[in-house]
């Protein structure tokens, strides 16, 4: 980018534009371009609906409501487009690339996230997150043909290896919180054998993995995610104390993890990164850290240079001597890194036409086009209502928002990814002394079932909220932040668990209900499974020894692992071996009770 390297340095041309279309919530969240480079397809989670933009943003071509969200979206040659969308029920809609008519629809099964065509087989491929899955379809007899487990919640892929290989990131850690090194996984599927043949952990501390970009060439991919320090005291979080923002690159012809670097300076965090994207020239890979929001656009010859120079022994940045030290260099990237704003809250999908970049600003409601090559931007908010229009909007605004906290390394969404669930690691917080981390909690139902945190320290959640920003995000108290926050937490309703079938208990469930019923209700009582009330156990152990545990709410519980206060049981079924009526039951009942917990 004609070597400027600062926000400040960059002119920006910046138009506003309302785009013709029925009004509604427009909340934007992942941009695709057209095949034939005829517009910008952009998907509106807010309505369920897709929408055919202009390359320059003016007019919406064409439109069309889903009964869920589009979750992914590829062009074919012959002018159709490919949708999944969201849900029990995941459909894939076969679409007119004209008007994005309904040309035909597959039933394909909970929680389609990812879509692939793969011309050696012939067929589609998509994952399906919450199932942990990746099926096959069948495009001329319209079935799914063969289903495989690929690892917990895989959410994006991109294929290699002349398309007989699958990468596909996984969000979460799957493993004990104890376990080290600790992080989610990448899958290395094959598509003759169907099977995974390896998996790729990323670097201690790894997790919310979004997506993942490319390289024409197919020698490398680049994976957004987070990259905690979870192993420190939470005392403070400049110079990424807490937590770091990282584009980690994978070495597709070893098939192997080669390097993370941070999106971060050592001054300024670049908060939850989302998609990333390789301009069409293959010189830029452009990230959206959606809680500064701002595009991060990284010189990519320069960094491939720069990461020879370390093999090579040269000393590139002050903190980098030697290749271990790359992960944890905050300037690695300097000079070879540009930060440019998107005028707005929230940018989540990114889509690269030539040196033209796309991006949507999901709370505010822009269309962002940056021109890498003139430095403009154009800034076009669709007609329709944004999400902070509402309190509850507003209120996940502030939450996904690292601005709000100092240096905007982080957000409440850092360790609460995901709709504010859990990041699967232990955190030592100070609320209750230090040496003592705890696993994360799901924020689900925090408001109805207080007291709060595991050892129920604060006395309810808006107590929580504030105590968050104020010592995890070390920011000023703000009320009228912390009532949009509450209301936000307060509307979280939970995703039916993929253990049901057809929206009922299963046989095992059945059985392990009236296990449920006899031996754990008395706890675990009333419409969110919690008495609310605190018990000393006889598991607990160091710093934590003999004190009094909060009894845990169990709706979504099956999304929440690992389990116990400390996350040592990565499975339902070994956390109730050690905190369960196991003495009394026998495997196939243990089996039958994890069962039903896992449906709630």
């Known amino acids: 980018m004609k070597n400027k390297t600062i926000l400040l340095s960059i002119f920006c041309c910046i138009i506003f534009w309302n785009c013709s279309r029925d009004t509604g919530v ?30 320059d943003l003016k007019t919406v071509k064409s439109a069309n409501k889903f009964t869920a969200p589009v979750n992914d979206l590829i062009c074919m040659a012959d002018n159709r487009v490919w949708v999944v969308c969201d849900g029990v029920n995941g459909m894939m809609h076969e679409l007119n690339g004209e008007d994005l008519a309904i040309r035909s629809s597959i039933e394909v099964g909970g929680f389609p996230s990812a879509l692939m065509y793969n011309a050696q087989s012939g067929t589609f491929w998509v994952t399906h997150r919450f199932e942990n899955t990746i099926k096959e379809v069948d495009p001329r007899t319209r079935k799914v043909i063969s289903s495989v487990e690929v690892g917990r919640e895989p959410v994006d892929m991109i294929s290699f290896c002349s398309d007989s290989l699958l990468l596909i990131a996984n969000n979460m850690p799957e493993m004990s919180s104890l376990s080290y090194p600790l992080g989610a996984q990448l899958s290395v599927f094959d ?69 993370t670097v941070l999106l971060d300076t050592p001054q300024k965090g670049s908060a939850n990164p989302w998609g990333v994207a390789l301009s069409g020239d293959n010189q830029y890979i452009v990230v959206a850290a959606s809680g500064v ?125 995901n709709d504010a669930r859990t990041d699967g690691l232990n955190w030592d917080l100070l609320n209750d002394g230090m040496g003592n981390s705890k696993n994360t909690k799901s924020m689900l139902f925090s408001h109805q079932t207080a007291p709060c945190m595991v050892t129920g320290i604060r006395k309810d959640a808006e107590t929580a909220v504030r105590s968050g920003l104020k010592y995890i995000l070390f920011s000023q108290p703000n009320e009228e932040i912390s009532l949009a926050m509450d209301a936000y937490l307060k509307s979280l309703r939970p995703v039916p668990s993929p253990y049901l079938e057809n929206g009922q208990l299963s046989a095992g469930a059945r059985r392990g209900k009236e296990l449920f019923d006899t031996n754990c209700a008395s706890c675990h009582s009333g419409a969110y499974y919690t008495d609310m009330k605190q018990y000393r156990i006889s598991w607990s152990q160091g710093t934590e020894e003999n004190k009094k545990m909060d009894v845990p709410a169990l709706n979504e519980v099956w999304r929440t692992a690992p389990y116990l206060y400390d996350g040592r049981s990565y499975s339902l079924k070994d956390m109730l071996q050690i905190h369960g009526p196991q003495e009394n039951l026998s495997e196939s009942e243990l089996t039958d009770l994890a069962e039903y917990v896992l449906s709630l």
């Open 26 to 55: 427009f909340a934007p969240d992942r941009v695709y371009p057209g095949s034939k480079k005829e517009g910008i397809f952009v998907t509106n989670r807010g309505e369920n609906e897709l929408l055919l933009l202009t390359p």
């Open 293 to 417: 929001h701002e595009l991060v656009s990284i010189d990519r010859a320069a960094l491939h240079r720069r990461l020879e120079d370390v093999k090579n022994g040269i000393k590139v940045t002050p903190s980098t001597s030697d290749w271990q030290d790359i992960p944890n260099d905050a300037g690695f990237l300097y000079g070879i890194s540009s930060y440019i704003s998107t005028e707005g809250k929230g940018p989540r999908g990114v889509a690269a036409i030539g040196n033209q970049i796309y991006c949507s600003n999901y709370f505010t409601g822009e269309i962002v086009n940056v021109d890498l090559i003139t430095e403009k931007k154009n800034v076009r908010p669709v007609k329709g209502t944004p999400l902070t229009a509402t309190q509850e909007g507003k209120g996940n605004m502030y939450f996904c928002d690292a601005s709000i906290g100092f240096q905007g390394w982080q957000s409440c969404a850092s360790c609460h990814p």
């Open 191 to 259: 598509i003759f054998s169907k099977k995974v043949n390896k998996r790729i952990l990323l670097p201690n501390g790894s997790t919310d993995v979004k997506e993942m970009a490319v390289s024409d060439d197919k020698s490398y991919a680049y994976v957004t995610h987070l990259l905690s320090r979870y192993q420190l005291p939470t005392n403070q979080v400049d110079r990424g104390w807490m937590c770091t923002n990282a584009l980690s690159i994978i070495d597709l012809k070893n098939q192997e993890w080669l390097t």
